[in-house]
């Protein structure tokens, strides 16, 4: 019973054993006879040492052996580089180091492998090709046009394109690869030119802040001019106006005067005479006058009011009036020194 049993387990064994042993062996064969190309490479099927394929697409495709066959792998993915920093001259002959990037892709990869073989050399060849092709480029165009103020375009991308379309053809014909951009990272100036920039900068404005200066003084001027013109003109017109006001108020008066002088021309004496007093006599004042000449006969007749003064008539004098003279005191009772 145990032996019967015993058979059957070691034939599955041995079919085990010999499935696995075919397997292994299929394996081996189908490694030795193809291989599996990824999305990101390209390959080349070299035989005896002789390339006699090249393949683009990914997939599985068999091939003989090694060492009949061999395969050789490139990246076809974007790569990235930049050139080595340099100087090169503006079409006004002015020195600038102008780093620059750029990417690429191997197109033809029999070319590549020939010509380059690695991402190191291909690189090291595509730097003498962009940097030649940007000095080609920059020396056709002025040292102004590189710059611009903040806002404004320039004419970085136009350089950018011609730099480009220079140096690809060369790269995709004697490397096998394609160029698809180059981009101008920044614009140096060599350490000797940056003091004269920054000089000429600083004479630029210099010069535009006298301009601006002189228009300013020249508009100040003009200005100033324009106000006392008009300052004189309003002036005159307040004076003209001040004038005609004063002579207006003047000629009321007087008629006012005159109107009240007509209606009573002894009182309009009377006051006119008092107001002479006060204007001649002051608190301290002592005058030795004769009393018959108004206004001072008023002084004399202070006891009789009502007594008139008598009208003085020009007469001839032979002797100096002697009784009609008299020192008075008044306002403050002084007596007569």
Known sequence: MSESTEAPCNKRITLVRTFLILAVGLAVVISACGFILSETE???????????????????????????????????????AEIRLSETLTKDQRNVIIPAFY?????????????????????????????????????????????????????????????????????????????????????????????????????????????????????????KAETDREATRLLADAKRQAEEIRGNAEAEAAALYAAAHGSDPEFYRFLRELQSLRTIVDKNTTLVLDTSIAPLHWLKNTENPEAKPTPILPTPQTEPPSNNLTQTPFLNDTPTE
């Open 42 to 80: 390209k390959a080349i099927v070299v035989r005896f040492g002789k390339p006699v394929r090249t393949l683009t697409e990914s997939g599985f495709y068999p091939r003989f052996p090694s060492p009949i066959e061999r395969i050789i792998r490139i990246d076809r993915r974007l790569q990235h």
């Open 103 to 223: 990417t690429w892709r191997v197109e033809d990869v029999l070319t590549y492998h020939n010509s380059v073989g690695s991402v190191a050399l291909a690189n090291e060849k595509l730097d003498a090709l962009i940097t030649s092709a940007r000095n080609s480029i920059i020396g056709t165009h002025a040292f102004a046009e590189l710059i611009a103020p903040v806002g404004s375009p320039t004419n970085l991308p136009i350089i950018e394109k011609d730099i480009l379309a220079l140096a690809a053809p060369d790269a995709l014909a004697q490397l096998g690869v394609k160029l698809h951009s180059v981009g101008i990272t920044r614009i140096q100036l060599p350490e000797a030119n940056t003091e004269s920039v920054f000089r000429r900068m600083r004479a630029e404005r210099k010069r535009e802040a006298t301009k601006f200066r002189a228009e300013g003084n020249a508009q100040s001027a003009t200005m």
